[in-house]
């Protein structure tokens, strides 16, 4: 089946009370792997790319690796998201390259950096919008800020700071009214990258109860949680013990994801989990099999060690098991659809 719009998994996410894990990839075996774990659980698939994933990949290798997705798993529903769009500009690009949803960030100016004003979030993300579901593509808005990142993606936050840029929940009700996006992302206190907690996050630090405010105001509206890999120890523990050099630290414990899930969160961003998963597997090999100079022997287990991840977060959001329940439908028939009025 082709690409299917965003909005119809997580409407369906949605009347049946689940979670849909959304992956970023790369490359080739990250998409695999997602697809590994998709068809072992039976599971409707979202998979990411960010604007720095889009130049890596060049976006036409990108392209036809998820039309390859499609044709290999005909009876999966798989949209293909842009994740963190900078500016409309970027969005419209991913919409022309077959992109089924789009993220329209405006939380953060276009050097996807500084906090923005509510205003200028506002006049992008309706923008994008209005462009986005004239062709039944999915729109993902953001309001607050995430914490820091180590990597220099993002607003670069301390925690501290990241407090003060926490989503408030009657100004998320104003965005989505003034916007119409079809799902909103959240600040809560997480960050991107592995670095987010020094121990296991308390209610002072991952401030669930903004979710549950949120989605009191706004019942209808899908919620995304960003920066929500586990970064389990485990992963952690397999990348130090084959030379690695993780310092101590704590992700999104998976039981809070799953409260999230019970208060309208529907899209679960993880990218870290599948880069420690890949990581220590790579490593594993390297320091097992120095004298191994075949990619296929260190690739093949990098991409079961992300399929493992993957599954377990598929069957721990209780996406496990829905694909063939989800109706497909076009991007063509969704624009139909909006252009009604609905949605
Ligand atoms: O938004 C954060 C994702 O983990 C993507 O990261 O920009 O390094 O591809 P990236
Ligand atoms: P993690 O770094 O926690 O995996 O978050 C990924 C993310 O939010 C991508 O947008
Ligand atoms: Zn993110």
Redesign the pocket.
């Known amino acids: 089946m082709p690409l299917v719009p965003m909005r119809i998994l997580l409407d369906h996410a949605a009347e049946n009370n689940y979670g849909l894990a ?1 992956f ?1 990839v790369n490359n080739m075996e990250q998409i695999q792997a997602i697809m590994m774990a998709a068809e072992e659980t039976e599971s409707p698939v979202i998979v ?1 790319a ?1 604007r720095g994933a889009r130049e890596y990949t060049n976006d036409a290798y990108l392209r036809h690796l998820m039309l390859a997705a499609a044709e290999l798993y005909p009876k999966l529903p798989i949209a293909m998201h842009q ?2 769009g900078n500016s409309p500009e970027t969005c419209m690009s991913a919409i022309e390259q077959g992109f089924t949803s789009v ?1 329209m960030d405006g939380s953060l100016a276009a050097d996807g950096k500084t906090p923005a004003t509510f205003e200028y979030n506002v006049k992008v993300t309706k923008q994008v919008v209005d462009a986005a579901h004239a062709k039944g593509v999915t729109v993902e808005g953001e309001l607050g800020c ?1 914490g820091g990142i180590e990597d220099g993606h993002g607003a670069g936050l301390t925690g501290e700071e990241a407090m003060k840029h926490l989503t408030d929940p009657a100004q998320a009700e104003d965005f989505v009214a003034k916007t119409g996006v079809d799902a909103l992302a959240v600040a809560i206190g ?5 670095y ?1 907690f020094t121990k296991k996050p308390t209610g002072d630090v991952l401030v669930m109860s903004v979710i549950e405010e949120i989605h009191k105001r706004l019942p209808n509206c899908h919620l995304v ?5 586990s ?1 389990p120890k485990e992963l952690l523990d397999i990348i130090n013990k084959y030379g690695g050099q993780m310092k101590e630290t704590y ?2 414990p998976v039981e809070e994801i799953q409260r999230g899930i019970k208060h309208g969160v529907r899209k679960i ?7 420690l998963a890949i990581t220590g597997a790579i490593r594993k090999v390297y320091a097992e099999k120095p004298a191994e100079f075949d990619p296929r022997k260190y690739l093949s287990p990098a991409r079961e060690a992300m399929k493992k991840v993957c599954v377990d977060r598929m069957v721990a959001f209780g996406q496990a098991g829905q694909a063939g329940k989800i109706k497909p439908i076009t991007c063509k028939e969704m624009a139909a659809i909006y252009a009604k009025g609905g949605k």
């Open positions: 959304a970023n990411q960010s994740d963190h993220m995430l997480t960050s991107h990258g592995a987010k949680m960003h920066g929500s890999s970064v992700g999104v961003n993880v990218d870290t989990d599948n880069r």
